[in-house]
């Protein structure tokens, strides 16, 4: 696989007009280590494209698997009218919110979950060797198409609830719509990492990494009424993944924010998904430098 | 029978080694267990009594799914994908010369893996969840015992399951696509997502005769003391006659599968 790897690369590389460029910048570093995850991302697609049959079985697993949590919300429905005060169409506003910008998360950096085995067997060091940033070839790492199976889901939730949700789309809202999804995967983005660097340390601990990941979209799934209000204050203020979906999506839907916070609150989230991402960062920093090999 | 006691008390074994992996399994369970009480408090506030289950008797069945869940392996994991790796390697052949029979063998394995994963995965998170919500947990030593007989069955339901799906490994080479639908199944119809008495119509009853029920719906009416008496060994029954008809579907596979495939490997 390594040989076949090294080869794809190359020979994409050389097809590329743009030419390899000296890590003079930051900037240039950052567009360099983009570049490698495509291209890492391009193989492992292509060599996913070569079981096509696989490809199609696994996607569609992939969509069912992760649509339960839907069909759980509507076997729910065929006993309420609502849950903690919201409708279904708003309740599918949210899972489809959270959904679809955990799906685009978990599509493009889900690979880190398997740093923590990398880390147990030593074969980071392979990576560690290779003229490319870490972080783009651990967030590339196998990179497994199937998982556009959770984002389709995501996405065809998303667009149900718009069309059932009776609501006034000022431009403001309509605006908010990107900002959330694209700023919640980003906050789910840098979950992942720094998630993946707590695995440097706690290597056979990466199932904790699935709480804030998996349990925490599964928590977006629901409205914030549902939970108790210290839960509600934990992903909030500690781990800020209210700002992924509720906090702007009660100011889309109109409702009241549980915990009294103001209107501002529902505009954060790109400053918050700055932010997350700046810690991450030195997350991954920290963790990387403390990477010791196994040795043997 | 002392060869299959030595293996599950390895299988045991094996999972106990991963004390870190068991700490992480434990926090994830009960995170999830944490998130799945409240949407039932929320549905069961109101529709109490909805399934025929009070409030503490649903929150009670939420921390057992997630104590069931590795025990069961609802969600796979476990040992069918090792075999799966040893057919398609073709290390299998060595695993057919040995003195002992493939599907017992593996059956102890699994039996002490599933033992390991209810001690050591399903009480921290039970505990932890009775803190905080009221549960409704029987005070009778008795319905305990009839529950880990219940679990017990359930798990061997559950091996039965997954190994016809392993075996398929012989005829399909990548177990992945037979795996994961075992997973889908095993997820819907186990009544992990809901209990089954809440599925509307038939849908519910279809799943209650399905063996999946075996997993967790069936324990967890009997911890509930649902099941009493006459009711209780006709649960046992069912869970027993699917355990020996899925059991002996995976010897008249094995039989058919070591008889004509040849095995890949030089």
Known sequence: MESRAEGASAETSADLPERWIPRSSRRAAVRDGLRAYGLIVAMWVRSTMTYRASFVMTALGNFAVTAFDFVTILLMFAHVDSLGGYALPEIAFLYGTSATAFGLADLLLGPMGRLGSRVRDGTLDTLLLRPVPVLAQVAADRFALRRVGRLGQGVLVLVYSLAALDLDWTPVRVLMLPMMVISGAVIFGAVFVAGAAFQFWAQDASEVQNSFTYGGQTLLQYPPTVFSKDLVRGVTFVVPLAFVNWMPALYVLGREDPLGLPDAVAFLPPLVAVVCCALAGLAWRAGLRAYRSTGS | ?266
Not at chain 2, 22 to 37: D, K, L, P, Q, W
Not at chain 2, 160 to 182: E, K, N, P, T, Y
Request: proline share 4%; with cysteine.
């Open chain 2, 1 to 266: 029978m002392r060869l299959y006691i030595a293996v599950a008390a390895g299988g045991f074994r094996r999972y106990a080694t991963y004390r870190v992996a068991t700490f992480a399994g434990v926090f994830t369970n009960t995170v999830f267990g944490y998130i799945m009480a409240y949407t039932y408090m929320a549905l069961w506030d109101q529709r109490p009594r909805l399934g025929g289950y009070d409030l503490p008797e649903a929150l009670t069945y939420v921390w057992l799914g997630q104590a069931l869940l590795a025990t069961c392996a609802m969600m796979g994991g476990g040992f069918e994908s090792e075999l799966i790796e040893r057919i398609r390697t073709g290390d299998v052949a060595v695993d057919l010369y040995r003195p002992a029979d493939l599907q017992l063998w593996w059956l102890a394995v699994d039996l002490g893996r599933a033992a390991f994963h209810l001690l050591g995965r399903g009480i921290v998170p039970m505990v932890l969840g009775s803190f905080v919500f009221e549960l409704a947990l029987p005070a009778d030593p008795l319905t305990w015992l009839a529950f880990l007989v219940a679990v017990t069955l359930g798990v061997v339901v559950s091996f039965a399951i997954r190994f016809l799906v392993a075996l398929s490994a012989f005829w399909l080479m990548d177990g992945a696509g037979a795996a994961q639908m075992a997973l889908l199944a095993g997820l819907f119809f186990s009544g992990m997502l809901l209990p089954l008495p809440v599925f509307p119509g038939a849908l519910g009853e279809v799943a209650a005769v399905l063996p999946w029920s075996s997993l967790l719906q069936i324990p967890a009416d009997v911890l509930l003391g649902k099941h009493t008496g006459w009711d209780l060994a006709a649960a046992y029954a069912f869970q027993a006659g699917w355990a020996v008809a899925l059991l002996a579907a995976g010897r008249v596979l094995q039989s058919v599968a070591t008889r004509r495939v040849v095995v890949q490997g030089g």
